[in-house]
């Protein structure tokens, strides 16, 4: 459904990004992953038609961007990193004039179930300003939704919300992935991923890393966290003479973090039960594979924490 | 053709969702009240006196006294007014980001500029509906000819698009108001002035100067006078000022 190939853009003597190719089947859910400066929005926006692509090509559904843009731009719904609201405008009133520039036969009513379906029935008539972060970003997604695209372009949909209204994004996301909607999502926040893509993209400076399925990229990292009740001196020795583990650390709560390049979790539990084990789980692999990927790794996750990111106020 | 009624009815509203439309409108009403009521009482006491004149020059005309008066005074209030109209249209998208759901949306950039460009003017034509009372004392106080209230409304209105259009060009290429206000206002009261500043002037070049600037046309406006060579003048002015502003917001996908 989405095809890039070869896509460059510079913005002066600055290459934003450089020979990006990946694709996107139909009815997919993919999040396009990358720190802060990667690229990531200048992707979306070259997808969207807001801007042009120094080299390369993209397209939607085999038709091509650059070449027939409001043919395209017909088919998708693009939700930038700041929403594109007019705050003096009432609810109602700005999603109706979203869906009668895109060409939606008849406006209101496109408006009024696309306001229903992100849940903002009863805020329908007050003014943009007037709304809560997270509203205003269901608002922009309400205008990304209302002509019914086939592609949806969002990008950080969930940044500077709090949890709860991340929470309601995300079902939300679950919700309108379901069918044969494709979409693409850019983040940050590897929770997120997990929870909602079936699929990555990794953008590092510019270039793409990886593609993958979430479960491969998982699978690549066994590590287990485990926590026992009697710390005894010999455990972690004995911990570590198990065939595939490559340390154990001792976090400061007193879990101990044991990193391994294969399955160990059945050798780990047998090894930990004799110490009065409470609690085995697996390591969040994602960051480890993220950070590696993207060539943060070793030096701490600034500011990447998997579940909850610092606010980024644009 | 519905995007662009669609984008130009949002811009109009947006006038009277803020309080710049009020006052602006607000504005333009009380100051050419004040005109019109000054004048009015001028022309009275001319006529009056002119009553007294053992001569026989006692007939002064409303349409050729008082009306060149007034509109004309309109100009200097529409030179002010038309950038404080003008200075949002693009730089507020811009600001706000609004600006992002046009250029995603599958409009054209020459559907924007032109929707936005009707906004304004829906604005202006408001604004002048507004005054409409002052042609009616008229009618109640004299016989002032139609024809030439008509031209006045008009030539105003072609005045007040091609003051827009400059305002629009200036504001797509700042997102700060303030700076699309007085770049604006600059290159409008030199337009304006031109002509009178190269009057006294014997080069050819000035001369040639002097009709580029917006004086020598709009002088028969006051008089509510459409010549053609103004029309064309204006109109052309109007079309290479849209025309650039359709360009630089086609440059923003390549900046």
Known sequence: MIEVEALTRRYGDFTAIQNVSFSVKRGEVVGFLGPNGAGKSTTMRILSGCIGATAGHARIGGVDVLQKPNEVKRRIGYLPEVPPLYGAMVVEDYVAFAASIKGVAKPAMAASQALERVGLGDVRDRVIDHLSKGFRQRVGLAQALVHEPEVLVLDEPTSGLDPAQRREIRNLLHELAAGERTVILSTHVLAEVEAVCERVVIINRGQIVSTARIDDLAARRHGVRLRVAQLEPGLIAQLESIEGVCGVNRTSTGALEVQADREVRAAVARVAVHAELLELSPMNSLEDAYLELTGSGGSEPAGLDASEPEEDAP | ?255
Not at chain 2, 41 to 66: I, K, M, R, T
């Open chain 2, 1 to 255: 053709m519905n995007a662009i009624l669609a984008i130009a009815r949002r811009e109009l509203d947006s006038y009277f969702a803020t309080p710049l439309g009020w006052v602006a409108l607000t504005g333009f009403v009380f100051i050419t009240g004040f005109f019109f009521t000054f004048f009015l009482f001028q022309f009275n006491q001319y006529a009056v006196s002119a009553g007294f004149d053992p001569y026989g020059g006692g007939a002064v005309d409303l349409n050729e006294v008082l009306l060149p008066m007034f509109f004309g005074n309109w100009m200097v209030v529409l030179l002010l007014m038309c950038p404080a109209i003008s200075m949002r249209i693009f730089a507020e998208d811009i600001h706000q980001r609004s600006f992002e759901l046009l250029l995603s949306s599958p409009v054209g950039s020459g559907a924007i500029v032109l929707g936005k460009f009707l906004g304004a003017m829906g604005f202006m034509a408001v604004t002048f509906a507004a005054t409409l009372y002052q042609p009616a004392v008229l009618y109640w106080l004299g016989a002032p000819d139609p024809g030439v209230i008509t031209g006045s409304y008009l030539s105003m209105l072609l005045f007040s698009a091609c003051c827009i259009s400059v305002g629009m060009l200036a504001s797509a290429f700042t997102r700060s108001q303030v700076i699309a206000f007085m770049t604006t206002f600059a290159i409008l009261l030199v337009l304006f002035l031109l002509p009178g500043l190269a009057e006294g002037a014997s080069s050819d070049w000035m001369q040639a100067l002097g009709e580029v600037g917006m004086g020598s046309h709009v002088e028969d406006f006051g008089k509510g006078l459409l010549h053609t060579r103004h029309v064309v003048y204006f109109v052309t002015f109007i079309g290479v000022c849209l025309f650039a502003t359709q360009q630089r917001v086609e440059s923003f996908r390549w900046r």
